[in-house]
């Protein structure tokens, strides 16, 4: 099975700062990686798909790079709404798996 | 849209069946999934199924006990539960795929809250 590894597990920030999460596959899963945004009770939110590329609606303050098997998520300019919780999903050879969150405090 | 119902308590040992209703797309065109979430902790895939349904793929902790379906008539997605464990207890979602017969990550529902104690 293909681990997921994400950091840090809490990141305090405040509004208007650039914040940058990190999710390491245990094995090479190519560009098959997303990122969501899950507030309480609600269902996640798709932020990135293929590593890189932005869901339509997302905001452009929201981008991500992958490096091997390091992937990265990068806010800049960070707004009220942006302090929820951040999953990284690989879904490499039609399987998945989920990082372990990076829960963006105030 | 997706619309996910079903959830209940019941107690270890026994069975559930999750519904997840979708409207708005060509339902037959898309890979689904299942992921579940225990209360106050991380989410956790637990398995998909082919947009014509002949392959399903499950997490080791649900092979066995786990089975998805649909009915690409009716537009429904399900999940058979059996041999439940407390350790099952979670809200359960269903996910489109965002791209036709491409396995991707996509559009959650709302999810539906199953919980298994005694």
């Known amino acids: 099975d293909i681990q997921m590894t994400q950091s840090p597990s809490t990141l305090s920030a405040s509004v208007g700062d650039r914040v940058t999460i990190t999710c390491r596959a245990s094995?090479?899963?190519?560009?098959?990686l997303a990122w969501y945004q899950q507030k309480p009770g609600k269902a996640p939110h798709l932020l990135i798909y293929?590593?890189?590329s932005v869901e339509n609606g997302v905001s452009s303050r929201f981008s991500a790079s992958a490096f091997g098997t390091e992937f990265t998520l990068t806010i800049t300019n960070l707004q009220p709404d942006d302090f929820a919780t951040y999953y990284c999903?690989?879904?490499?050879?039609?399987?998945?798996?989920f990082g372990q969150g990076t829960k963006l405090e105030i | 849209q997706l619309v996910e119902s079903g959830g209940a308590l019941v107690q270890p040992g026994g069975s559930l069946r999750l519904s997840c209703e979708a409207s708005?797309?060509?339902?037959?065109?898309?890979?689904m999934t299942w992921v579940r979430q225990a209360p106050g902790k991380g989410l956790e895939w637990v398995g998909n199924?082919?947009?014509?349904?002949?392959?399903?793929s499950y997490v080791g902790s649900v092979k066995g006990r786990f089975t998805i379906s649909r009915d690409n008539a009716k537009n429904f997605l399900y999940l058979q539960m059996s041999s439940l464990g407390v350790e099952d207890t979670a809200v359960y979602y269903c996910?489109?795929?965002?791209?036709?017969?491409?396995?991707?990550?996509?559009?959650w529902g709302q999810g539906t809250l199953v919980t298994v104690s005694s």
């Open positions: 999903q690989h879904y490499k050879d039609y399987l998945g798996g």
């Open positions: 708005g797309f060509t339902f037959s065109n898309y890979w």
């Open positions: 199924i082919q947009p014509y349904g002949a392959e399903q």
């Open positions: 293929k590593a890189s």
């Open positions: 094995q090479n899963i190519d560009e098959w």
């Open positions: 996910i489109k795929s965002r791209e036709s017969f491409h396995y991707a990550p996509g559009l």
